[in-house]
């Protein structure tokens, strides 16, 4: 697929995906959506990328939901509201499945205003850094709606129920010094060095085993939900693979061999 709204790079096996409509603060139309399906799809299976960055051009990560597609989904026949609702939600949660269950790190590079469906985006990645220009809003309540991009999910997690509740009750705006204050966001970084420093750390990230990396992953992204024993039983089972893994075999057997270099002789 060509991509016109978005901006796709691999560099040194770090994947950077932008949102490229800043003349609409990067909101996510359906074209849009459907380049980054297709990217973050690319992504997930080319085992030579090891970590994604996702970042926005101009002054906004991503403003949301579109605009023109809101008033498309209005004027549609009254019988064709709820199934043209449901299939949007079907690609919505799509890329947020996508995005959450990657089986490498994601990094949200935030660098300006991330509201309602782009602040659910930015949940969605493993790790947050934001610029000094950064602002995160659940504003769906504006619009009479819910969020739907997971933040019902993710928020809770992140900065605990009750200020999730008053987040997504009140639609109002976060910047990032509170941000980073509540746990909404890992790290700061001037905005000049923001996707740099994301490249960065999401190399750092990526310098153990991608299969280790990749199970751990899978099973933390479900440690809340599961009990202690079930944790226990995929963990065992994750091992058993690991112990086949070609990384594991190297790594064990460096660390022999120096072993037994650094052992006195005679």
């Known amino acids: 697929m060509t991509y016109s709204l978005i ?3 691999v560099a040194s096996s770090i994947a950077t995906i932008t949102f490229n409509r800043p003349e609409k603060r990067n909101a996510m139309s359906d074209d849009l959506r459907t380049e980054f399906i297709d990217a973050l799809e690319r992504v997930t299976a080319d085992t030579a990328i090891r970590a994604l960055v996702l970042t926005g051009a101009g002054k906004a990560f991503c403003a949301g939901g579109d605009i023109a597609g809101m008033e498309k989904r209005l004027n549609a026949p009254a019988g064709e509201v ?23 790190p994601v990094i949200a590079a935030v660098n ?11 949940l969605a990645c493993d790790f947050i850094i934001a610029s000094e220009w950064a602002s995160f809003t659940w504003s ?3 619009r009479g709606i819910i969020p739907d991009g997971g933040g019902m999910y ?5 900065v605990g129920l009750a200020r999730a509740k008053e987040l997504i009750f009140t639609g109002r705006k976060v910047d990032v010094q509170e941000a980073l204050a509540l746990g909404i966001v890992d790290r700061q970084a001037p905005g000049a060095a923001l996707v740099e420093q994301a490249q960065a750390w999401a ?18 992204n479900q440690s809340f939900e599961l009990s202690s024993q079930q944790v226990f039983a995929q963990g065992s089972q994750a ?17 022999l061999d120096k072993a037994q270099a650094a052992a006195p002789k005679g």
């Open 140 to 142: 769906y309540i504006n």
């Open 82 to 104: 709820g199934i043209n609702g449901w299939r949007r939600q079907q690609r919505v949660h799509r890329v947020q499945a996508l995005l959450h269950t990657m089986p490498k």
């Open 7 to 9: 901006d796709f790079q």
């Open 154 to 158: 993710f928020l809770p997690r992140r």
């Open 112 to 122: 300006g205003a991330a509201s309602g469906l782009g602040a659910d985006t930015a």
């Open 203 to 220: 190399a750092e990230l990526t310098k153990g085993s991608a299969t280790a990396l990749a199970l751990g992953k899978t099973i933390l």
């Open 239 to 255: 091992q058993g693979i690991c112990y086949t893994s070609t990384e594991h075999r190297e790594a064990v057997m460096a660390f």
